[in-house]
C-alpha cells in the first residue's frame, strides 16, 4: 500500500484522443516513449502464464478484446506464450518474441527476481515492455499495471476484524508462493490483521488460487482446529474449496473472503455465506493494451498505474451474481455482452 502511484483519472481517459499532453512533455511519475515511436500496424507479444485458471483466462480474453476490436486497426498480430508459472520457460519465451520483432512486449511474470534479466534484456534491444498484474525486481520497464495487492489483502483484514469484533481464530489461503501477487496480498492482510490482536491466524497456505488445493488446506486446517471462525481467502476458488471442505466436516461456515467470480457467487447464495468480494483486477489486460498503443505513438505513460478495486457484500450478490452463465465469469469485467455471452453462456 502506498507504492504504488494512483493514476484513475489517467485510467478513466485513456483513449487514442487523449489531448493536454504533448509528446515531448514528462511529468514526474511519467515515462518518456519518445524512443519508441513506430508506424502501425504493430505487432504485439504477451509472455504469459498460461489459462491456468478461470482469472488468467478471464485476463487473457481481455487482452484479447483490446487487441482483436477496441484497437483492431493498429495491430497486425498478437504473439502469446504460455509459461505455466515457470519462469525459466518465461524467460525464454520473452527471447523468442524479441527475436520475432515484437514492436510491444506484454509480460506477465511468474516470478518477481528471475525475470530481471529478460525484461532489462528486452529493453536494452529497444522493445517497450509493460508488466501486467505481477511486478520484477527492475525499474527497467515501460509501465506496469496492477491492482493495489496490498491494500486487497488490507481490506479482507479489515472487513474480518469487523465481523468478529470478540476475536477469533481465522486460515489464511493465499496464491501462489513467490508471486508478487501473492506475497502483496499477504502483507497486506498481515498489515490489516495487526489493528486485532485478538484475532489469532491459527493457519496458513498457499493453494495457487485452486479450489482443489485450497480444500485440501481447509481440510488439514479443520483437522487441526476445533474452532475457525473466518477465513481470509485470496479469490472465490479458493473460497469454494474451503467452503466445500467446511460442508464436508459438518461444520458451520463462517465469514469468508473471496472475489466476483460466478462460481464463488453461485455458492454463497447457496449456503447464505456472508462474505467480502475484492475484484481481483483481471480488466486491467485492458489498460495494458491502452498504454501500448501511447506508448508507439510516442505519447508519456504514468510508470506505475493502480487499477481500481471494486468490493460489495452479501447484501448485493444479486446485483452481481449471474445464474445464466458458468461458473467461470467474473462479475467485474470490462468485456462487451457479446464476448460475456460467447464465452460464458451456459
Avoid at 475457525?228 to 485470496?234: H, S
Avoid at 448485493?316 to 451474481?321: G, I, Q, T
Wanted: aromatic share 10%; proline share 5%.
Amino acid at each position: 500500500m502506498g507504492k504504488r502511484l494512483l493514476i484513475v483519472g489517467f485510467i478513466a481517459g485513456l483513449t487514442l484522443g487523449w489531448s493536454g499532453m504533448a509528446a515531448d512533455t514528462v511529468l514526474p511519475g511519467m515515462t518518456d516513449t519518445s524512443a519508441y515511436i513506430t508506424a502501425g500496424p504493430w505487432l504485439a507479444g504477451r509472455a504469459g502464464l498460461g489459462d491456468t485458471n478461470a482469472w488468467m483466462t478471464m485476463f487473457g480474453l481481455h487482452f484479447r478484446y483490446a487487441i482483436e476490436v477496441k484497437y483492431a486497426d493498429f495491430f497486425s498480430d498478437f504473439r502469446v506464450t504460455s509459461c505455466f508459472w515457470n519462469p525459466v520457460q518465461q524467460i525464454s519465451d520473452i527471447e523468442s518474441l524479441v527475436a520475432q520483432g515484437v514492436d510491444i512486449l506484454f509480460v506477465d511474470p511468474a516470478a518477481e527476481a528471475p525475470l530481471v534479466g529478460a525484461v532489462e534484456e528486452a529493453m536494452a534491444q529497444g522493445v517497450p515492455v509493460i508488466l501486467a498484474s505481477t511486478g520484477v525486481n527492475t525499474d527497467d520497464y515501460v509501465s506496469w499495471v496492477s491492482r493495489d495487492n496490498g491494500k486487497a489483502g488490507f481490506l479482507y483484514a479489515d472487513w474480518m476484524g469487523k465481523k468478529l469484533p470478540a476475536g477469533g481464530k481465522v486460515v489464511v489461503l493465499m496464491g501462489m508462493a513467490g508471486s508478487s501477487y501473492a506475497e502483496d496480498v499477504y502483507r497486506g492482510v498481515l498489515q490489516g490483521l495487526s489493528a486485532y490482536p485478538s484475532i489469532q491466524v491459527v493457519g496458513m497456505a498457499y493453494c495457487d488460487w485452486s479450489p482443489v488445493t485450497a480444500k485440501v488446506a481447509m481440510a488439514a486446517f479443520l483437522q487441526a482446529n476445533p474452532q475457525i471462525d473466518g477465513v481470509i481467502a485470496d479469490g472465490g476458488q479458493m473460497g469454494l474449496g474451503a467452503v466445500e471442505a467446511l460442508l464436508d466436516a459438518g461444520r458451520p461456515i463462517p465469514p469468508i473472503t473471496a472475489d466476483d467470480w460466478n462460481g464463488w457467487l453461485r455458492i454463497a447464495k447457496e449456503h447464505n455465506i456472508q462474505f467480502l468480494a475484492v475484484s481481483g483486477g483481471c480488466p486491467l489486460a485492458v489498460t495494458c493494451v491502452d498504454l501500448a498503443v501511447q506508448v508507439l505513438r510516442g505519447q508519456p505513460v504514468p510508470k506505475i498505474v493502480e487499477y481500481p478495486i471494486v468490493t460489495f457484500e452479501q447484501d448485493e450478490l444479486d446485483k452481481y451474481y449471474r445464474p445464466d452463465l458458468s461458473d467461470q465469469y467474473f462479475a467485474i469485467n470490462e468485456l462487451p455482452e457479446d464476448w460475456i455471452l460467447q464465452y460464458y453462456g451456459k
